[in-house]
Structures are given as C-alpha cells and as structure tokens.
T-cell receptor, first 114, second 117 residues
Framework: QKEVEQNSGPLSVPEGAIASLNCTYS??????FFWYRQYSGKSPELIMS????GDKEDGRFTAQLNKASQYVSLLIRDSQPSDSATYLC??????????????FGKGITLSVRP | DADVTQTPRNRITKTGKRIMLECSQT?????MYWYRQDPGLGLRLIYY???????NKGEISDGYSVSRQAQAKFSLSLESAIPNQTALYFC????????????????FGNGTRLTVT
C-alpha cells in the first residue's frame, strides 16, 4: 500500500459546485496533514493544514480529517475556474525525536468548467 | 518578504555534464529539502538537511549529491547528468520542530526546470 494515495483524476466540476478531493494514508502514527495547490509549472502553495480529527474551515475550503479511517479530504465550495489546478495531499509523521518525514501523494488535477 | 530562491530557473544540459542547482532562503529555517517532480509521479524527496551538519538521503538520492554551505544555502549537484533526470526540481524549507509542537508545512521555491539532452 502506498504511503499517501489520492483518488485518480482528473476531476471536473461545474462552476459553483462543490469539489471533493480525497486522500488516504497508510501509517497510523501520522500526525500532520497538509493540502497544497499547484498551478501548472508553478511551485506548490499551502492552502490548508489540519492536525486534529474533524473539520477545519478557511473561506471556501474545508479540510476533514479522520485518523481512525486514515483519510483526509478537501472540500472546495462554490468552485471557481481559478481553482483549476493540481491538489497535493501531504502527510507528515515523526520518525525519531523531533525529526519528521513529509510524504506527498501524486496529486489530483481539478478542472472547474465555467 | 522572506523567500526561497532557486537558481537557475531553467537549465538545458547535455548527458554526462556536471551541474549544480542552488537554493537560498531568507526565512531563517533550519531545515531544507530537495524534491523532484515528474508528471504522474508527484513530488519525490531527493535529499534533506535538518541543520548545517545534518544531511540525509531521501527516496531517490542515486545520481545526486548535496552541499549545505550555510543555514541559508543548500545546493543539489548532478555529477553526471542523464536524460531521465529531466524534471522540475524544487527546494523547500521548514523551521525546526520543538518537542510537543506541531509540524510546520514546507515553503517551496519557484523551481528549476532541468532538461538533459
């Protein structure tokens, strides 16, 4: 099983819809979870961090974490064409003391149709 | 504004050449990382450094070497470039962790697009 898996894409939604992006991870000791957005040819930019079970909302974005089921998701409400990008899930786990390792999923490409 | 700067932004080189990609940061972060990104494969970790005297191999370090010249500088070298090292390379930084603190996300540079012919 891959350490971090994202559902295969691409994902296409109409403008104004809710886009749901999912990610599962294999290691139960994982502690920190991040969603990055990456436009084509650009660097990843952080859009959400989540550390505790439940929902975390920031504007049109909501991250959801369920450690028992080992999944983390990102909901984008009122999707806009400018949300069209690749979304990367990243999972951090402590490996020794204060050291940690961040693993990325392969990403899912979202297309928002006007 | 604090920044993570990669040079060059684009590089075309020939098979067998030695090249160096450079990364400098003004964020004051102790930790620095080099990733490569290939279509369909996501971001893969090449090397990482938790401080100036600490260098660690990532999942795909073969064919690469690094140098941490200072807290702010972390260079990636390809000793003898080959075509399958054609990729987009990212440097990233993060602050050191304090015990009991939450992990911080990575801050990425703008990337270097490397083509090996």
């Amino acid at each position: 099983q891959k350490e971090v898996e994202q559902n295969s894409g691409p994902l296409s939604v109409p403008e104004g819809a809710i886009a749901s992006l999912n990610c599962t991870y294999s290691d139960r000791v994982s502690q920190s979870f991040f969603w990055y957005r990456q436009y084509s040819g650009k660097s990843p930019e952080l859009i959400m961090s989540i550390y505790s079970n439940g929902d975390k909302e920031d504007g049109r974005f909501t991250a959801q974490l369920n450690k028992a089921s080992q999944y983390v998701s990102l909901l984008i409400r009122d999707s806009q064409p400018s949300d069209s990008a690749t979304y990367l899930c990243a999972v951090n786990k402590r490996v020794a003391g204060a050291n940690s390792k961040l693993t990325f999923g392969k990403g899912i490409t979202l297309s928002v149709r006007p | 504004d604090a920044d993570v700067t990669q040079t060059p932004r684009n590089r075309i080189t020939k098979t067998g050449k030695r090249i160096m990609l450079e990364c400098s940061q003004t964020k004051g972060h102790d930790r620095m990382y080099w990733y490569r990104q290939d279509p369909g494969l996501g971001l893969r970790l090449i090397y990482y450094s938790f401080d100036v005297k600490d260098i660690n191999k990532g999942e795909i370090s073969d064919g690469y070497s690094v140098s941490r010249q200072a807290q702010a500088k972390f260079s990636l070298s390809l000793e003898s470039a080959i075509p399958n090292q054609t990729a987009l390379y990212f440097c990233a930084t993060s602050p050191s962790l304090k015990q009991g603190s939450r992990d911080s996300p990575l801050h990425f540079g703008n990337g270097t697009r490397l083509t090996v012919t």
